[in-house]
């Protein structure tokens, strides 16, 4: 069974950063790009980041460019995203995901 | 970017009757690759999204077959063809041609 695992989540204040983990079991995971998604609370969908499979290509959405950064370690089968000089907007429930698995989320609150 | 627009945003529905969503794109989502990266999803009130379709037509692992995709270029379509108590929840196309996006949602609820 195909599990993805995030923790990393908090309150931060905002300029903060926070690092977002997450854990995958059950799949080959240098076979497979991995993205991070946000949800803000009571929205949609957005899409954060996502990173090819040896970590040679990094994509993200305009609004974190500068600010966020995306890796992986294949020898750990782990997703990571560092988050710096966070906004109140970047408030969500981030997403470890994989094109036909999700994570269960994990919260990230910028508030003074 | 590419812009993906769902219709309708909200759906009520009888329980045993089909329903229908459609999801347009402000550009052709064919790749390169001469495949359409365009999938379905469906979340639940408090749950994270599952996949249900992939590539318009393809049901992910243990997706009931009551649930078909549909549609090529632009324009694209989720059916239901008989709705049951669990389907209620969001939801979403997503592309992966160009970078990834995602429909606004449309919410599923029962008569």
């Known amino acids: 069974e195909v599990q993805l695992v995030e923790s990393g989540g908090g309150l931060v204040q905002p300029g903060g950063s926070l690092r977002l983990s997450c854990a995958a079991s059950g799949l080959t995971f240098s076979n497979y790009w991995m993205s991070w998604v946000r949800q803000p609370p009571g929205k949609g969908l957005e899409w954060v980041a996502n990173?090819?499979?040896?970590?040679?290509?990094?994509y993200y959405v305009d609004s974190v460019k500068g600010r966020f950064t995306i890796s992986r370690d294949n020898a750990k089968n782990s997703l990571y995203l560092q988050m710096n000089s966070l906004r109140v907007e970047d408030t969500a429930v981030y997403y470890c995901a994989e094109s036909g698995h999700w994570g269960q989320g994990t919260l990230v609150t910028v508030s003074s | 970017d590419i812009v993906l627009t769902q219709t309708p945003l909200s759906s009520p529905v009888t329980l045993g009757q089909p329903a229908s969503i459609s999801c347009r794109s402000s550009q052709s989502l064919v790749h390169s690759d001469g495949n359409t990266y365009l999938s379905w999803l469906h979340q639940r009130p408090g749950q994270p999204p599952r996949l249900l379709i992939y590539?318009?037509?393809n049901r992910f692992s243990g997706v009931p077959d009551r649930f078909s995709g549909s549609g090529a270029g632009t324009d694209f379509t989720l059916k239901i063809s008989r709705v049951e108590a669990e389907d209620v929840g969001v939801y979403y196309c997503t592309q992966a041609t160009q970078l990834v996006t995602f429909g606004q949602g449309t919410r599923l609820e029962i008569k």
């Open positions: 590539k318009i037509s």
């Open positions: 990173i090819k499979q040896d970590g040679s290509e990094k």
